[in-house]
């Protein structure tokens, strides 16, 4: 993406000792009459205080980027992780309980290896759908299925929310109060009903009855209830699953797996082994792009803005599979990246005057706000862009309030423009309470949308560009989460998934067999 930021280098312009000797040279892409604008004002420019957002450096240089290596892309790793995907597909050829199937599935697909798998899961799937319409599936069974509906709609079928009807009080005006007792079936309620489309009040009552409830007995018996089952329902009552994205939790959802007692050590080896795959690939790309930003000089021209490149290939990566779409995550990275200083030229540095003649340059691009960039380079189509503008408009909404709830703290504090929140509170006298639930709502609703945009019947394969716009939803949900983009807690999780490889007591013996052969 080409960005005309500014015409000349700027190291004049970042002295400590004077910040702004001069007017930006914004002479060469405006046209005269603003020109004449700008240069009317330079006394007062002159003495204008520029604010500071006060980040600090990236904490992965150029240097400690350029130095990693990781020996995971030798070829007998990639021979070990052929002969763990052969035995996995055995294993979904055996004969089990429809639950069994399906928590296999659920598995693969939350441990990042369903890709693998797909002929094999879709057969599997086509099945346990056929058999839900001739109603084969134990209907009385809560927890069979919720689960069998979230995965079959993750997949594309067409499955009625009537399937929950025979869990309602016989007014049919709520839930039965007695399904608050089998806390694995309200997980999985919880979770299938953040697939709900639009209309679907049901859902919309399941999700309400199953937050109460998991919330519920975290506060009374959560010291009852099994470790492993308590994290899961405080990790899915904080984000649920359909809002996350596994390629950004892979690490997480590892750990959470070889704590469970039933783990197949089979799958956990093939896990593990991926990820480490996975990451060497990731490793390459991050420092293909490191280059391009350390020869781009810009955050030495624009010492004002942050260097987060590596926080922006994290969030690209949640964006694409990793075992494919290398060039669209590089690229989704850059202009992340770009956005980021030309973000901080808003919202930090530049004064009135000069963001005015800025903005008359930059609306000459064909879109101004940084989630739809991402998609039109990746998506070059502009007749696709068109047609699905209703889905880039969700994507702004998915993006922009998350973000919103996340950095309104520090943002006021560093006096920054309203955000939806401050808006909502001005226009309905609103509390911030009840500003922060009313966006939370809408971002409810926005999923509601973008499920029901995203619906597929049969079999079909999901549009790569809703797809890709849901993902981008999804990221924004995780990197919003703990507060500004640029916390130790998302650095630590960054640190978790790039730079810090998985150990298995299993992979370790195979590891050493091989090194000393």
Request: proline share 3%; hydrophobic share 40%; charged share 25%.
């Amino acid at each position: 993406m080409q960005v005309p930021i500014l015409s000349v280098p700027l190291n004049s312009l970042h002295s400590s000792k004077r910040r702004l000797s001069k007017p930006w040279p914004v002479c060469s892409i405006v046209p005269d009459a603003h020109l004449r604008v700008s240069c009317s004002s330079q006394r007062e420019e002159a003495h204008q205080i520029r604010r500071s957002g006060n980040y600090q450096p990236s904490l992965w240089d150029f240097n400690y980027i350029q130095s990693l290596n990781t020996p995971y892309k030798e070829e007998w790793h990639l021979n070990r992780q052929a002969e763990l995907i052969v035995q996995v597909k055995i294993l979904l050829k055996e004969n089990m309980e429809f639950v069994q199937q399906l928590e296999l599935i659920d598995d693969l697909k939350y441990l990042g290896l369903s890709y693998f798998f797909h002929d094999e899961i879709m057969e599997i799937l086509c099945f346990i759908h056929r058999c839900f319409q001739d109603k084969e599936v134990d209907g009385s069974d809560l927890y069979l299925t919720a689960l069998g509906f979230r995965l079959l709609r993750q997949h594309g079928f067409n499955v009625s929310q009537e399937v929950f009807d025979c869990f309602k009080n016989e007014k049919g005006s709520d839930f039965k109060a007695s399904l608050g007792r089998d806390t694995k079936g309200m997980l999985q309620l919880y979770e299938a009903s953040f697939l709900l489309r639009e209309g679907e009040d049901t859902l919309e009552l399941a999700r309400q009855f199953a937050t109460e409830n998991l919330q519920k007995t975290l506060d009374e018996n959560g010291e009852e209830i099994d470790k492993n089952l308590s994290l899961w329902i405080q990790h899915s009552l904080e984000i649920p699953l359909h809002w996350r994205t596994p390629n950004l939790e892979a690490k997480w959802m590892i750990d959470a797996y070889s704590r469970r007692p039933d783990f197949n050590p089979t799958i956990l080896e093939l896990a593990k082994l991926d990820f480490n795959i996975v990451q060497a690939t990731q490793i390459e790309e991050l420092k293909d792009i490191s280059r391009w930003w350390n020869n781009s000089c810009l955050s030495e021209k624009l010492p004002f803005v942050r260097d987060r490149l590596v926080e922006s290939y994290f969030w690209a990566i949640g964006l694409f599979e990793t075992h494919q779409h290398c060039y669209e995550r590089k690229t989704a990275a850059k202009i992340m990246t770009l956005i980021t200083s030309l973000d901080d030229v808003y919202d930090i540095y530049g004064t009135l005057d000069e963001l005015e003649l800025f903005t008359l340059t930059l609306q000459s691009l064909p879109l101004r706000s940084g989630a739809p960039t991402v998609i039109a380079q990746v998506h070059t189509s502009k007749d696709k862009l068109y047609k699905y503008n209703h889905i880039i408009r969700l994507l702004g909404m998915l993006v922009r309030l998350p973000d919103d709830l996340g950095t309104l703290a520090f943002e006021m504090k560093r006096g920054d423009v309203a955000k939806s929140i401050q808006c909502y509170m001005k226009e309905r006298n609103a509390s911030m309470e009840e500003a922060e639930e009313h966006v939370r709502f809408l971002i409810r609703e926005a999923w509601k949308e973008m499920n029901t945009a995203g619906a597929g019947g049969g079999c079909s394969v999901r549009d790569d560009l809703v797809e890709t716009a849901a993902n981008f939803g999804r990221a924004a949900q995780f990197m919003y989460l703990d507060g500004d983009g640029n916390h130790s807690e998302l650095h630590q999780r960054i640190a978790s998934l790039l730079f810090q490889p998985c150990a298995s007591t299993i992979y370790t013996h195979y590891v050493s067999k091989n090194t000393c052969a």
